[in-house]
């Protein structure tokens, strides 16, 4: 069973930059198409980005446009989230999901996923 594992969270400023790395552990993401979303203290759960499984069509949250790009890796099984200009508002728990070649837009729909990773913190301060 593919478990995703998020690493790359941390502690920045206003203005910082991240970067997020989703890899699976115990399968592959090939095939998987990938999404981020992230949960605010006393939040729902949202959507932040998807990339489809073969790389070819990406989609973001309106917030998240112009600062944040998903993207993957074949070669190395990974997917990643670029974070620039951080803003206190992005403060969360940040988790990966996978589901089966879907198209990237369609996570944006939540809905039931494949698999979900355990989550990593970006803080970040003013």
């Known amino acids: 069973q593919v478990q995703p594992i998020e690493s790359g969270g941390g502690l920045v400023q206003a203005g910082d930059s991240l970067r997020l790395s989703c890899a699976a552990s115990?399968?592959?993401?090939?095939?998987?198409?990938v999404g981020w979303f992230r949960q605010a203290p006393g939040k729902e759960r949202e959507f932040v980005a998807a990339v489809s499984w073969d790389g070819g069509t990406v989609y973001y949250e309106d917030s998240v446009k112009g600062r944040f790009t998903i993207s993957r890796d074949g070669a190395n099984d990974t997917a990643y989230l670029q974070m620039n200009n951080l803003k206190p508002g992005d403060t969360s728990v940040y988790y990966c999901?996978?589901?089966?070649?879907?198209?990237?837009?369609?996570?944006?729909?939540?809905?039931?996923?494949?698999?979900w990773g355990q989550g990593t913190l970006v803080a970040v301060s003013s």
């Open positions: 999901a996978a589901r089966w070649m879907t198209s990237a837009q369609a996570m944006a729909a939540k809905g039931d996923m494949d698999f």
């Open positions: 115990g399968g592959t993401l090939k095939s998987y198409t």
